[in-house]
């Protein structure tokens, strides 16, 4: 069973920055999903932020963090980072991390990822 664990949520003010962890386990690697990075705020629908393919690299971002957010997987490790900056209150949400297996087109799109992790709160406030 694959598992992720989030880690490094908190609060910070406009134009801080955070960084986001996620580690896959459950003795499955990188090298087969592709982790994506989606985010809810109370009264929205879940969005895709960023999503990435370790085994060649590639990776997509919502439009809005764009510039702002940056993310990258440790292979060795088994981990995924997302560095948000210039964080702005809208992207105040529960971020939760997710797998699916590497071999599928890369998307933002939450309803295909089989795998999640249980979430890290980020608030962005004055």
């Known amino acids: 069973q694959v598992q992720l664990v989030e880690s490094g949520g908190g609060s910070v003010q406009p134009g801080g920055s955070l960084r986001l962890t996620c580690v896959l386990s459950?003795?499955?690697?990188?090298?087969?999903?592709?982790i994506g990075w989606f985010r809810q705020a109370p009264g929205t629908e879940r969005e895709g932020v960023a999503v990435?393919?370790?085994?060649?690299?590639?990776?997509n971002y919502l439009y809005s963090v764009e510039g702002r957010f940056t993310i990258s997987a440790d292979r060795a490790e088994n981990t995924v980072h997302l560095d948000m900056n210039n964080l702005k209150p809208e992207d105040t949400a529960v971020y939760r991390c997710?797998?699916?297996?590497?071999?599928?087109?890369?998307?933002?799109?939450?309803?295909?990822?089989?795998?999640w992790g249980g979430g890290a709160r980020v608030t962005v406030s004055s």
């Open positions: 990435i393919r370790s085994r060649d690299g590639s990776s």
């Open positions: 997710a797998a699916r297996w590497a071999g599928y087109q890369l998307t933002l799109a939450p309803k295909v990822y089989d795998y």
């Open positions: 459950g003795g499955f690697s990188l090298d087969y999903y592709a």
